[in-house]
Nanobody, 121 residues
Framework: VQLQASGGGLVQAGDSLRLSCAASARIFSSAVMGWFRQAPGKEREFVAAIRWGVGRTYYADTVKGRFSISKNQPENTVYLQMNSLKPADTAVYYC???????????????WGQGTLVTVSS
């Protein structure tokens, strides 16, 4: 399966943005879909994840209460709604698919190409 992320762009602090990630094939209910991000000069970090079948969600502390991950199961698409954006959220955001929940990049075998989010102050 391939993942195609979209929706990044340049916004101001306090604005909202929604990222989308479309899978090229059906996502099975046992899968976990998620988002990581990598800021310039920093390591890739976990942002959010969702268990595809039951819809349970998980968030990094840095985005909890501001970001929301959701899914459109028939369209095999996962979304990341980002509200109250901060300059610290500036990063390339990657969509991922895994077979189980994990918080490290190595826990996910399938990665999208990334979409750049830039938040100006």
């Amino acid at each position: 399966v391939q993942l195609q992320a979209s929706g990044g762009g340049l916004v101001q602090a306090g604005d909202s943005l929604r990222l989308s990630c479309a899978a090229s094939a059906r996502i099975f209910s046992s899968a976990v879909m998620g988002w990581f991000r990598q800021a310039p000069g920093k390591e890739r970090e976990f942002v959010a994840a969702i268990r595809w079948g039951v819809g349970r969600t998980y968030y990094a502390d840095t985005v909890k209460g501001r970001f929301s991950i959701s899914k459109n199961q028939p369209e095999n698409t996962v979304y990341l709604q980002m509200n109250s954006l901060k300059p610290a959220d500036t990063a390339v955001y990657y969509c991922v698919r895994g077979t189980g929940l994990g918080y490290a990049p190595a826990d996910y075998k399938v990665w999208g190409q990334g979409t750049l989010v830039t938040v100006s102050s």
